[in-house]
């Protein structure tokens, strides 16, 4: 599977879009590309994941660069209940089904 | 809540005794994957089984770790003779297909084991 990076930390005000990036320059053409979350002591939670094309649910929107090398997940309206360690990820489908988590990038939502 | 069940949330051990996980999988997944969080540390893959087969198990430890999924009833991870490092928080996923349309895995809310 490709690697990631993203950035360490950021913040953003309550109510705000939360964009956060995902670099995944060595992605191949069969990745998708996956975004978690886990808030303190929970299980990570699915998002949102894409292979080409933008996705949009209620939960976020995921944008994805024309070459793919790095793709943006959005959180149209920050809550404070959104601050969490978000994870991209990016996974070959088939018989290597694994995930790969990095150290993702700790959002958090002040009021 | 048809999501992934897991029990016992809390475990505690002693060193040397068994620890038993066990996850039910969504409705309608017959994938299940275990993972572990060490404290302080990130979530590592263990464990990808089918129902009956264990198909990637890169993950596990070389000794004293197993995990199962029969045919009927819930997967089961289990640690024998445990050590102070096997406290962590073991989470289990499950996905409806490993192919086709890149199917996510939907996670439980993990067991947490602590050994004396």
């Known amino acids: 599977d490709a690697k990631t990076t993203q950035p360490t930390s950021m913040d953003c005000a309550e109510g705000r879009a939360a964009n956060l990036p995902c670099n995944h320059s060595t992605i191949s053409g069969n990745e998708y590309v996956y975004w978690y979350r886990q808030i303190h002591s929970q299980g990570p939670q699915y998002i949102i994941h894409?292979?080409?094309n933008n996705e949009t649910n209620e939960m976020a929107s995921l944008i994805i660069t024309e070459d793919r090398k790095s793709s943006t997940l959005i959180l149209p309206h920050a809550t404070l209940r959104d601050t969490a360690v978000y994870y991209c990820i990016v996974r070959l489908t088939g018989a290597n089904s694994k995930l790969t988590f990095g150290k993702g990038i700790t959002l958090s939502v002040r009021p | 809540n048809a999501g992934v069940m897991q029990n016992p949330r809390h475990l505690v051990r002693r060193r040397g005794q068994e620890a038993r996980l066990r996850c039910s999988p969504m409705?309608?997944?017959?994938?299940v994957y275990w993972y572990r969080q060490l404290p302080e540390e990130g979530l590592k893959f263990m464990v990808y089984?089918?129902?009956?087969?264990?198909?990637?198990e890169s993950g596990m430890p070389k000794e004293r770790f197993s995990a199962e999924f029969p045919k009927e009833g819930p997967s089961i991870l289990r640690i024998q003779q445990v050590v102070r490092g096997d406290s962590a928080a073991y989470f289990c996923a499950s996905s409806q297909s490993a192919t086709g349309d890149g199917q996510p895995q939907h996670f439980g809310d993990g067991t947490r084991l602590s050994i004396l």
């Open positions: 409705k309608g997944h017959s994938h």
């Open positions: 894409g292979l080409k």
């Open positions: 089984l089918q129902k009956e087969n264990i198909i990637d």
